[in-house]
């Protein structure tokens, strides 16, 4: 049987989550949803399954009592090295790499679709992880008790200092911009969202397809106007 969804229905499913709070462990089927409404036949369910199966395997991998350091070395091996997710940076502006669909087939993708992945077997395996939204990157910082961890997902998963994202951050902007605490703060999931769609908008916007660009555009003011914006 040929799975397909109405866009008026993907449209809906996202609005109803728009409306209600939004939590890391939505971020996935958020975009997934944005995929489906500009492609019906998106299989939804089977991407969740997919994700789901990369949850299991870190859990699998994990021993009890093992200190939480561990688990996040759990999921960079099954996600980097055994799945080998990375940045699509020959074709960076090409559209798929921020459907989150596209991201599971081919493996690369922009960095924050690589992140919503992250985030969400983080989430699901009990790290405390967060979407770190840099200017003209994004990040994930994984916070442990005495220390936090980031992680750049689109350079396979490399763990990053401070003064790493710092020079990261002049590098990105001709040296016009310095590290500050406000660039390192947790991102809302909504937030995320928002930004995922800022980017399809962009690239859509670029390539000539006003249609979808105008898409990406309603939905994160959808986002951004819902009465439970988190």
């Given amino acids: 049987m040929t799975f397909f969804i109405h866009p008026a229905e993907a449209r809906r499913q996202f609005v109803e989550l728009a409306e209600s709070e939004i939590t ?14 500009d492609y019906p036949r998106t299989d939804v369910p089977r991407y969740l399954a997919e994700l789901e199966s990369l949850v299991a395997r870190v859990r699998a991998k994990a021993v009890a009592g093992e200190p939480p350091i ?3 070395g759990h999921l960079h091996a099954e996600l980097f090295d055994v799945d080998g997710y990375s940045g699509n940076s020959d074709n960076y502006y090409d559209p798929r790499n921020a459907y989150l669909s596209d991201v599971i087939d ?23 992880a967060y979407g770190v939204g840099l200017p003209g990157h994004f990040i994930v910082k994984v916070q442990f008790e005495l220390n936090e961890v980031y992680v750049d997902p689109f350079h396979g998963g490399t763990t ?15 040296g016009q911009l310095r590290l500050a605490p406000e660039h390192l703060r947790a991102w809302a999931p909504r937030q995320t969202l928002i930004r995922l769609l800022a980017n399809l908008e962009s ?24 009465p439970r914006a988190n």
């Fill in 24 to 37: 890391t462990g939505d971020l996935a089927r958020a975009a997934l949803l944005i995929a489906l409404e």
């Fill in 70 to 72: 561990f688990l996040l």
């Fill in 106 to 128: 081919r493996k690369i993708g922009l960095p924050i679709a690589l992140s919503v992945i992250f985030l969400h077997v983080a989430h699901a395996v009990g790290l405390d």
């Fill in 160 to 174: 990053l200092t401070q003064p790493e994202i710092a020079q990261l951050l002049s590098n990105i902007s001709n």
């Fill in 203 to 226: 690239m859509w916007r670029g390539s000539g397809d006003a249609r979808k660009a105008a898409a990406a555009r309603e939905r994160m003011l959808i986002l951004d106007t819902s």
